[in-house]
T-cell receptor, first 113, second 112 residues
Framework: AQSVTQLDSQVPVFEEAPVELRCNYSSSVSVYLFWYVQYPNQGLQLLLKYLSGSTLVKGINGFEAEFNKSQTSFHLRKPSVHISDTAEYFCAVSYNQGGKLIFGQGTELSVKP | DAGITQSPRHKVTETGTPVTLRCHQTENHRYMYWYRQDPGHGLRLIHYSYGVKDTDKGEVSDGYSVSRSKTEDFLLTLESATSSQTSVYFC???????????FGSGTRLTVV
């Protein structure tokens, strides 16, 4: 079955430290990959997406993600986090060229001063 | 949120009562979705629609039904609410052929 696994349910980090949120997906010939962010009591907002081409994708708020086909991963990174990055982050995959999104379980990023 | 309105935003209902959640879009997109969000489970697809009167089940469809009589409106009905359906419900629209999806602000439903 097609699936997405976010390897960490919670990631605590200090302000200005780097962070990596990990995401693996079940293998498929063709996938589109997404990261969404959810701030408290809000809906989901698109951070970035990978469709094709360069494996390093840059998104909003200084985030970037790297697509690794051999490891079926799409990890999210930020070199220096801010308090305002505290939120829940969801990795999602669209299989079959634009089918419905399948989400991971989410990672709570908690940035401490 | 990008032309999607969900109503109500909050609702408390009693076990056994029917409940209908509404989603309205202003952007004329063909695909619409209902997800529920629960701690530890991420977002799980309940039902989706690929056009007027065209709907299909998602992974957690038991106890839910949907209707889409107009392109802009997608209704989710809990036929007889149970406490396990206490959740946050999100409506979403697919905005392009890659599967990129835009979400509404959510409805927080509590079944007591």
């Amino acid at each position: 079955a097609q699936s997405v696994t976010q390897l960490d349910s919670q990631v605590p980090v200090f302000e200005e430290a780097p962070v990596e949120l990990r995401c693996n997906y079940s293998s498929s010939v063709s996938v589109y990959l997404f990261w969404y962010v959810q701030y408290p009591n809000q809906g989901l907002q698109l951070l970035l997406k990978y469709l094709s081409g360069s494996t390093l994708v840059k998104g909003i708020n200084g985030f970037e993600a790297e697509f690794n086909k051999s490891q079926t991963s799409f990890h999210l990174r930020k070199p220096s986090v801010h308090i305002s990055d505290t939120a829940e982050y969801f990795c999602a995959v669209s299989y079959n060229q634009g089918g419905k999104l399948i989400f991971g379980q989410g990672t709570e990023l908690s940035v401490k001063p | 949120d990008a032309g999607i309105t969900q109503s109500p935003r909050h609702k408390v209902t009693e076990t056994g009562t029917p409940v209908t959640l509404r989603c309205h879009q202003t952007e004329n997109h063909r695909y619409m979705y209902w997800y529920r969000q629960d701690p530890g489970h991420g977002l799980r697809l309940i039902h989706y629609s690929y056009g007027v009167k065209d709907t299909d089940k998602g992974e957690v469809s038991d106890g839910y039904s949907v209707s889409r009589s107009k392109t802009e409106d997608f209704l989710l009905t809990l036929e007889s609410a149970t406490s396990s359906q206490t959740s946050v419900y999100f409506c979403a629209i697919r905005v392009d052929m890659t599967g990129e999806t835009t979400f509404g602000s959510g409805t927080r439903l509590t079944v007591v």
